[in-house]
């Protein structure tokens, strides 16, 4: 079991993707798109490699984003392996020690566990100058992590030299999931997800961040009738449901048909989608809404 945690935007759910080869996690130039505690299975000759996809930490003051913390650092408790990922530009950019605090931390609270501790670097094609790199690691190397990994995720860069080095601390035992089995998450809460995923990328301002999407039903494909899923777009603000219809519904319209493709190529079959727009103020502090949507 591998926690993956970091800042928001270190490209923990692109990381996950690469190295699964699917569509597991979501991803969108917003932080903070992850909301729940994704897994991703992986092998590595005889090891099975959970990767545990975590929202990212943060010390917000809101209710529901010390949820989500709460989510991840309960993933980080149970990992057997901790993967600290960070941003190679940030890091680069705020060069020192201070510079990465949080993240030292986060690798002195998972050694103090007496859990095994990878740092990945993530984004190092984005560093033009390598030799910027060296303080860093030399920050890094201090801390008594067991490995250091620069990576690169969208690019595929030294994603097997992290499958090995997190082969290496994999505790013997049975494998938890079956061979063919890429993730665990359940069907609703995948689909949901996906359509998150394109309102995130598509809307802006405060609006992407107060959007949840709740999957009411999926009817199996019957006949030539493709898999129809419905699906519930919440908002908190009255005034934010017509940014999410769009002028003559057609930002909902985009939205769907973004989402539909995303799930058609996920699932490998056909897919008919549909979405209603629903306002619901408080869904954010809501337990039932939150445990159907996995957070």
């Known amino acids: 079991m591998v926690a ?4 928001p935007n270190a490209g923990k759910s692109t990381l996950l993707n690469a190295l699964t080869g699917a569509r597991v996690g979501i991803i969108s130039p917003k932080p903070n798109t992850t909301r729940v505690v994704v897994r991703g299975i992986t092998h590595s000759g005889h090891a099975q490699l959970v990767w545990l996809d975590t929202p990212g930490l943060n010390k917000s003051a809101k209710a529901f984003e010390r949820r989500l913390v709460q989510q991840a650092n309960g993933a980080m408790a149970d990992a057997d392996v901790v993967l600290v990922l960070l941003d190679a530009s940030h890091a680069v950019k705020n060069a020192g020690p201070k ?48 490995a250091v990994v620069p990576l690169s995720a969208s690019k595929k860069i030294a994603l097997d030299d992290l499958v090995r080095e997190v082969a290496k601390l994999a505790p013997a035992g049975p494998w938890l999931f079956p061979a063919d089995m890429v993730t665990d998450a359940p069907l609703h809460q995948r689909l949901a997800e996906f359509t998150r995923e394109q309102a995130m990328n598509l809307l802006q301002q405060e609006v992407p961040y107060g959007v949840g999407v709740m999957t009411e039903a999926v009817v199996p494909a019957q006949g030539e009738a493709p898999m129809l899923v419905q699906q519930i777009i919440m908002v908190v ?27 058609q190529e996920a699932l490998g079959e056909g897919v008919r989608l549909e979405l209603r727009v629903k306002v619901e103020p408080f869904w954010q502090s809501k337990a039932d809404i939150l445990n159907d949507l996995g957070v």
Do not use: F, Y
Not at 4 to 7: D, L
Not at 109 to 138: F, T, W
């Open 4 to 7: 993956i945690v970091g800042r």
């Open 99 to 146: 510079a990465l605090q949080q993240e030292a931390e986060w690798v002195s609270a998972a050694l103090g566990r007496k859990q095994s501790v990878i740092v990945g670097i993530s984004k190092v094609d984005l560093v033009k100058a390598k030799v910027a790199l060296l303080p860093v690691l030399e920050t890094i190397n201090a801390w008594g992590v067991h």
């Open 237 to 263: 603000k009255e005034s934010h449901k017509p940014m999410v219809v769009g002028a003559g519904g057609s930002m909902l319209k985009q939205i769907g048909m973004r989402a539909r493709k995303v799930m």
